[in-house]
């Protein structure tokens, strides 16, 4: 079993910076990768970025040059840097990972973790 922990997340003024970071911890399993997405008010979840074990990444366009994800594979742990945070990215932060335990690669998702941009 796999469990994921955030931490992070709080009231922020536009044009500052956060840093999120979520935790795998458990046994039996292998990350095959983590990531963040996020769900405004109102709106649906979307992707943030992911990063894969061997380091790629996929953010979303809008999120590039502002957000920056890394990884610590012996703690099995990512962060996630925003910068220059801007009030439309209010939302609730979630990481998730995909992860292979006894042979099936399913999602795993972290309760979440409130970013607010005040303007």
């Known amino acids: 079993q796999l469990q994921l922990v955030e931490s992070g997340g709080g009231l922020v003024q536009a044009g500052g910076s956060l840093r999120l970071s979520c935790a795998a911890s458990?046994?039996?399993?292998?990350?095959?990768?983590m990531g963040w997405y996020r769900r405004a008010p109102g709106k649906q979840r979307e992707l943030v970025v992911v990063?894969?074990?061997?380091?790629?990444?996929n953010y979303a366009d809008s999120l590039k040059g502002r957000f920056t994800i890394s990884r610590d594979n012996p703690k099995n742990t990512v962060y996630l840097q925003m910068n220059n945070v801007k009030p439309e990215d209010t939302a609730v932060y979630y990481c998730?990972?995909?992860?292979?335990?006894?042979?099936?690669?399913?999602?795993?998702w972290g309760q979440g973790t409130q970013v607010t941009v005040s303007s």
């Open positions: 998730n990972a995909v992860a292979t335990v006894s042979g099936f690669a399913r999602d795993y």
């Open positions: 990063i894969e074990t061997g380091g790629s990444t």
């Open positions: 458990g046994s039996g399993f292998r990350i095959n990768a």
